[in-house]
Structures are given as structure tokens and as C-alpha cells.
């Protein structure tokens, strides 16, 4: 069964940092595509980041370029995001989820990041 | 970046009713097109995708259809376990953006 759990959320101050932790299982890790996306509270969907299998290739949405780093560690089946310099509007729940063919098949149940002093 | 508009934002059905929801793209984007819905405090679902290809387990009575910029989402008789909101995504380029949502509620 394909699991996805994200770890790592929390309460933050304005312009701190928080690394998200996205653990996989029931699936070959290596061989799938992964993103980020979020969601504000009582919002809609935003996507976030995209990492490719090999970790070569990576797109930020504008929100979070130079800000947020997408990476994965393939041998320990796990993708992270770290998030610096956090705004009042990063607070969202965040979700990972595994692509196939660019399609988003497969969620983890989300992680709540809350900015605010 | 591509814009999709969902409509209506809102909508109030009954069980065993017919309802569409429409995603206009603000540029062509073939079929890269899926439908999702989401439930109160709950990862979204992937319904449909490539505007038209049912997920293995989602019910026949969701269909997707359209291609270009304008699709359509549609719930053939409503069940209770249906009322949730409904996102579609473009994967023709990044961004992948999302729709804002069409909330279906119980009339």
C-alpha cells in the first residue's frame, strides 16, 4: 500500500525556518516524481515544488522561489522541504504527493505550518 | 502561468441529482487536466485525469470531459458521500495550478 506521511510542521516566528519531512513507503521511491502543495486555511490548492525521480530537476512556484528547497533522499526513501524566511502567508497545510506521468495519484494526510509571532 | 476558473463556485444539489462543473484554462492545454475532490480535513483525491480518465476505484457515475480550455466535470446521480469541494488541476506546464474550487452542497 503506497504511504505517504509528512512530519515537521509546527509553530514558527516570521522569518524562521522549518524543514518538512515527506516518508515513503509500499513503493519504489526512486523511481516516482514528487511534489509539494499547500493549503491555506479555508483556501483552495496551491502547488508549491516539483522534484524529479533523480532529484535533477526542480520547479518553485514564484510565492516560494529563493525561499523554500525541495530535495530528496532516495536511499532513505524521503523528501523534504526546507522552508526559510517564513511569512504570515506560508501558514497552510502541506502536502506531499507522488506523480505518475506528471499526474498527482497519491496524498499524504498533510502537515500544518502556522506562522506567527 | 495558467488560469482555470472553475464554475460555479458553489453549488447546492440533492441526492440523486445530475450536476457539471465547469474548469475554463486561460490558454490551451490539451487533456493535461484532472478533477479532485476534497473532503473537510482531508488530502485531496484524484478523480479524473487526462480530462477524461476515470481513477481505478472512483465510481462510473464521475466523468470528465473537454479538451483545449474547456472541461467539464460531471456527477451523474448524486450519493450523499459526494457533497465535498472539487478542485481541477493543469499539469500542461508549470505552474501546476489549481482551480478555486467548487464546494457542492446539500439543497
Known amino acids: 500500500e503506497v504511504q505517504l506521511v509528512e512530519s515537521g510542521g509546527g509553530l514558527v516566528q516570521p522569518g524562521g525556518s522549518l524543514r518538512l519531512s515527506c516518508a515513503a513507503s509500499?513503493?519504489?521511491?526512486?523511481?516516482?516524481?514528487m511534489n509539494w502543495v499547500r493549503q491555506a486555511p479555508g483556501k483552495g490548492l496551491e502547488w508549491v515544488s516539483y522534484?524529479?525521480?533523480?532529484?535533477?530537476?526542480?520547479y518553485y512556484a514564484d510565492s516560494v522561489k529563493g525561499r523554500f528547497t525541495i530535495s530528496r533522499d532516495n536511499a532513505k526513501n524521503s523528501l523534504y522541504l526546507q522552508m526559510n524566511s517564513l511569512r504570515a502567508e506560508d501558514t497552510a497545510v502541506y502536502y506531499c504527493?507522488?506523480?505518475?506521468?506528471?499526474?498527482?495519484?497519491?496524498w499524504g494526510q498533510g502537515t500544518l505550518v502556522t506562522v506567527s509571532s | 502561468d495558467i488560469q482555470l476558473t472553475q464554475s460555479p463556485s458553489f453549488l447546492s444539489a440533492s441526492v440523486g441529482d445530475r450536476v457539471t462543473i465547469t474548469c475554463r484554462a486561460s490558454?490551451?492545454?490539451?487533456?493535461?487536466l484532472a478533477w479532485y475532490q476534497q473532503k473537510p480535513g482531508k488530502a485531496p483525491k484524484l478523480l479524473i485525469y487526462?480530462?477524461?480518465t476515470l481513477q481505478s476505484g472512483v465510481p462510473s457515475r464521475f466523468s470528465g470531459s473537454g479538451s483545449g480550455t474547456e472541461f467539464t466535470l460531471t456527477i451523474s446521480s448524486l450519493q450523499p458521500e459526494d457533497f465535498a469541494t472539487y478542485y481541477c488541476?493543469?499539469?500542461?506546464?508549470?505552474?501546476?495550478?489549481f482551480g478555486q474550487g467548487t464546494k457542492l452542497e446539500i439543497k
Open positions: 504527493a507522488r506523480g505518475i506521468g506528471g499526474w498527482y495519484f497519491s
Open positions: 509500499g513503493f519504489t521511491f526512486s523511481s516516482y516524481e
Open positions: 522534484i524529479s525521480s533523480s532529484g535533477s530537476t526542480i
Open positions: 490558454q490551451g492545454i490539451s487533456s493535461y
Open positions: 487526462a480530462a477524461s
Open positions: 488541476q493543469q499539469l500542461n506546464s508549470y505552474p501546476n495550478t
